[in-house]
Nanobody, 124 residues
Framework: VQLQASGGGFVQPGGSLRLSCAAS????????MGWFRQAPGKEREFVSGIMWRSGRTYYSESVKGRFTISRDNAKKMVYLQMNSLKPEDTAVYYC??????????????????WGQGTLVTVSS
């Protein structure tokens, strides 16, 4: 599946952004969709994930309570609503697809397909 992320931009601390990930191609019920981010000089880290069939969601501790992941099965879209943004949320955000749930949504190695990334900058 091909993934296209969008919605990044510049926002002040405390602000909000919504990222979108458009998928082209077939998405099967076994899929897990995830959002990862990579800040300058840091490793890529898990942000959030969602089971395509059940809608079960997962969050990293650093974003829990501030970010919300959702999906639209009919449109083959995944969203990441980001509220109360902090400067430490600044990163390139990537959406990714794990075609067959590999037992952990948190490991980037389990994901098969990746979007191109969208930059989120949080600064005053």
């Amino acid at each position: 599946v091909q993934l296209q992320a969008s919605g990044g931009g510049f926002v002040q601390p405390g602000g909000s952004l919504r990222l979108s990930c458009a998928a082209s191609g077939s998405i099967f019920s076994s899929y897990v969709m995830g959002w990862f981010r990579q800040a300058p000089g840091k490793e890529r880290e898990f942000v959030s994930g969602i089971m395509w069939r059940s809608g079960r969601t997962y969050y990293s501790e650093s974003v829990k309570g501030r970010f919300t992941i959702s999906r639209d099965n009919a449109k083959k879209m995944v969203y990441l609503q980001m509220n109360s943004l902090k400067p430490e949320d600044t990163a390139v955000y990537y959406c990714a697809a794990d075609r067959y749930y590999s037992g952990s949504v948190y490991r980037s190695e389990n994901y098969d397909d990746w979007g191109q990334g969208t930059l989120v900058t949080v600064s005053s």
